[in-house]
């Protein structure tokens, strides 16, 4: 069965610093990956999707993440934070029958100044 | 504005009561989807539903129900079987389907148990 596994629960960083938030996956089937961004009592909102193609996607705030096939990973990245990236940050794999999303615990990403 | 909207965004429950939350969509998605979310749980999946009038369990089903007699309707009903339902519920929708399109989220329900 499919499943992710973020690899640390919370990352506090400084401000202009660059960070990486760890993703590793199982599956069997096909992949599918996405990175979510969730603000204090709010929805998720679609960060980034890795579908087919250039394993590097990028988002438009400046974030990326790389598939990895060999890994099983999707490390997100960005060279520069700034304290408005502080969120809950969960990367989602498709569930085996393609009919949903599978996500991990979650990354508390905390940028002070 | 197309989206997703939730209500109400607290609810209060008193134990060994039912109770539903609305999800409603105007994006005419086909696929719907509840999952629950916990803190440091991320988001489990309870129910989804692929086409109207249809939907399939999740990971964690007991003690929830549903119905989709709408395209744009995903009640999800929380009933007293559910030992521990006080949690942040998240109603999400998508074109079809198909894991490989995005999924669009509304603003969650926060309900607690009193």
């Known amino acids: 069965a499919q499943s992710v596994t973020q690899l640390d629960s919370q990352v506090p960083v400084f401000e202009e610093a660059p960070v990486e938030l760890r993703c590793n996956y199982s599956s069997s089937v096909s992949v599918y990956l996405f990175w979510y961004v969730q603000y204090p009592n709010q929805g998720l909102q679609l960060l980034l999707k890795y579908l087919s193609g250039s394993t590097l996607v990028e988002s438009i705030n400046g974030f990326e993440a790389e598939f990895n096939k060999s890994q099983t990973s999707f490390h997100l990245r960005k060279p520069s934070v700034h304290i408005s990236d502080t969120a809950e940050y969960f990367c989602?794999?498709?569930?085996?029958?393609?009919?949903?999303?599978?996500f991990g615990k979650g990354t508390t990403l905390s940028v002070s100044s | 504005d197309g989206g997703i909207t939730q209500s109400p965004k607290y609810l209060f429950r008193k134990e060994g009561q039912n109770v539903t939350l609305s999800c409603e969509q105007n994006?005419?998605?086909?696929?719907m989807y509840w999952y629950r979310q916990d803190p440091g749980q991320g988001l489990r999946l309870i129910y989804y539903?692929?086409?109207?009038?249809?939907?399939q369990k999740g990971d964690i089903a007991e003690g929830y129900s549903v119905s989709r007699e709408k395209k744009e309707s995903f009640p999800l009903t929380v009933t007293s079987a559910q030992k521990n339902p006080t949690a942040f519920y998240l109603c999400a929708s998508s074109i079809s389907g198909m894991g490989n399109t995005e999924a669009f989220f509304g603003q969650g329900t926060r309900l607690t148990v009193v």
């Open positions: 989602a794999v498709t569930n085996q029958a393609g009919t949903a999303l599978i």
């Open positions: 539903s692929q086409i109207v009038n249809d939907f």
């Open positions: 994006l005419n998605h086909d696929a």
